[in-house]
């Protein structure tokens, strides 16, 4: 398993290699976290329509608990959503989810969903039914106020053990949509562009302050160096 989730985080890297134009400066103390509780891995780029692309590790010794997650979030230029990847092992169980974050009122912008959402609702059906197999549960929420923040065509799921590197497999089809999106993209402004900055900020202070994961890395890490790990990443 310590294997495919190097691919995970392996994987995502490679295909978004384009975008990443440059390493954000976050600190040498933060690039790599060791303790005799966990690990912690941070790397972040930036990028022409781009604020930043994250890719993260965090491993709890104790819990046998491992995540691996990336994010990409737009310029304030853009309103392309936020692209999130997460997987992470735990008791037996491997929990995966994919979405692309709105930055648009889906109600009111409609139009919002054809341009950006098509090909993830065609991906979602081809990839669930090559992961059929392997998946234990599909889920329809998280147990999180930051379900609020992802879109209705979501994929979380339980995945069995086989079908973990199936699911990175498949997500690569979701990577090569979604730079696509980004590279077809146009610069927003007026009502627009105020909606999607006010949603991103909201979608950034929704995820922070109500990660599930927060007491764990906190037992492990401390209150403090919690919160500037999630300063970086959201």
């Known amino acids: 398993m310590e294997d495919l989730k190097k691919s995970f985080i392996k994987e995502a890297e490679k295909s978004f290699a384009e975008i990443c134009k440059k390493a954000v400066d976050i600190g040498k103390s933060f690039e790599e976290i060791k303790n005799g509780k966990g690990e912690i891995s941070l790397k972040v780029y930036k990028g022409d329509k781009v604020e930043k692309v994250i890719f993260s590790s965090i491993k709890i010794f104790e819990l046998a608990v491992v995540e691996e997650s990336f994010m990409v979030w737009p310029t304030d230029e853009y309103n392309f959503p936020v692209l999130w990847c997460n997987l992470t092992s735990m008791s037996g169980m491997n929990i995966a989810i994919c979405d692309y974050m709105p930055l648009a009122d889906l109600t009111i912008w409609s139009d919002y969903i054809s341009k950006y959402f098509e090909g993830f609702q065609r991906i979602k059906r081809e990839v669930m039914k090559e992961l059929k197999n392997g998946i234990e549960e599909e889920l329809n929420e998280i147990s999180s106020i930051v379900i609020c923040a992802l879109s209705p065509y979501r994929i979380i799921l339980n995945l069995k053990d086989e079908g973990v590197d199936r699911f990175i497999f498949q997500l690569k089809k979701f990577y090569s949509d979604y730079l696509s ?18 949603k991103k900020e909201a979608l950034k202070k929704l995820m922070k302050q109500n990660d599930p994961g927060y007491p764990i890395m906190a037992n492990a890490f401390g209150n403090e160096l919690t919160d500037k790990v999630f300063d970086i990443i959201f």
């Open 181 to 198: 999106l980004i590279n077809s993209s146009k610069n927003i402004d007026g009502d627009d562009k105020d909606f999607s900055i006010r």
